[in-house]
């Protein structure tokens, strides 16, 4: 099966949510995309951004804008992957090295121009499951399940912090190895009443990013997050990108990002905080 045309997926996914429209008013957006979960990595992530109704349509509508722009010169460009668009790979193949950077300063410039909230939760695989036991993933999750949830309570955190009373429609991109089981955690998020209220839980949904274009401003976020973790952190073989630098400015719970590191200390700590039952 074809995914569906891009033009006007975005808007029918929004009044299939919200038929009425009035949700649209209180409603915010978030947008979340995993990377480092291929096996093998040393560190993996799920990062987004939260965007008000308003500014996500105008960052649906700039982006769009830029893909056509790049398509007119690049036609077998089809969609912003920074997999693809950083290093020059797949159907960037062939664009040159200073027009890859300047989509990529662009996109980073279109985010920070839109964004309310920005989000990186990660830990390091290793970490993860030589910490936490066979019996608690069986009933918490898995590690992106687990990062996935930490985004979900930090985006409620920002509601409470400032004064948000509205819902949130919350989008991840459709694939990850154990979506199921986060639609699970999802799903009962949404049938329980006081959590529902807690996180302002509106709507989940899982989507392709060719087609939901803030899903590609999520991927931007996640992509730059671990490049840094593995090139500069871990190897040291470069510095911090400036579109991760300009990501994350002013970092801190007052700011427009966040980042959580669940490191083995964390970990054991959410274990002792959530018990096997």
């Not at 949510?17 to 008013?25: I, K, N, Q, T």
């Not at 009962?188 to 939901?212: C, E, M, N, P, Q």
Request: glycine share 8%.
């Amino acid at each position: 099966m074809n995914p569906p045309a891009e033009t006007g997926y975005f808007d029918r996914l929004l009044e299939i949510l919200c038929p009425d429209g009035r949700g649209l008013v209180a409603m915010m957006e978030a947008y979340f995309d995993e990377s480092g979960t291929h096996t093998g990595s040393p560190v993996m992530c799920v990062a987004g951004f939260l965007f008000n109704p308003r500014n996500c349509r105008a960052l649906e509508r700039q982006w769009r804008s830029k893909l056509e722009t790049v398509r007119r010169k690049h036609p077998k460009v089809k969609y912003f992957h920074m997999k693809e668009l950083a290093p020059g790979g797949g159907q960037f193949l062939g664009v040159p090295d200073d027009e890859r950077q300047e989509i990529e300063r662009h996109l980073v410039g279109l985010i920070n121009q839109r964004k309310t909230y920005g989000i990186v939760v990660a830990t390091k695989p290793d970490d993860f499951y030589n910490t936490m036991p066979t019996k608690w993933i069986e009933q918490y999750g898995h590690a992106y399940t687990t990062l996935c949830r930490h985004c979900v309570h930090v985006m409620g955190h920002w509601a409470d912090k400032h004064h948000h009373h509205g819902r949130i429609a919350y989008f991840f991109e459709s694939g990850a190895q154990h979506q199921a089981e986060t639609n699970g955690l999802l799903a009962g998020i949404a049938s329980d009443a006081v959590w529902s209220k807690k996180l302002r839980y509106g709507s989940h949904t899982f989507a392709d990013k060719r087609v939901v274009l803030p899903l590609q401003a999520a991927d931007v976020g996640a992509w730059q997050f671990v490049k840094f973790e593995i090139d500069t952190r871990i190897n040291q073989r470069r510095p911090a990108r400036k579109s991760l630098v300009a990501l994350m400015g002013g970092r801190g719970d007052d700011s427009a990002y966040q980042l959580q590191y669940l490191t083995a200390d964390n970990l054991k700590g959410l274990l002792a905080a959530n018990p096997i039952r």
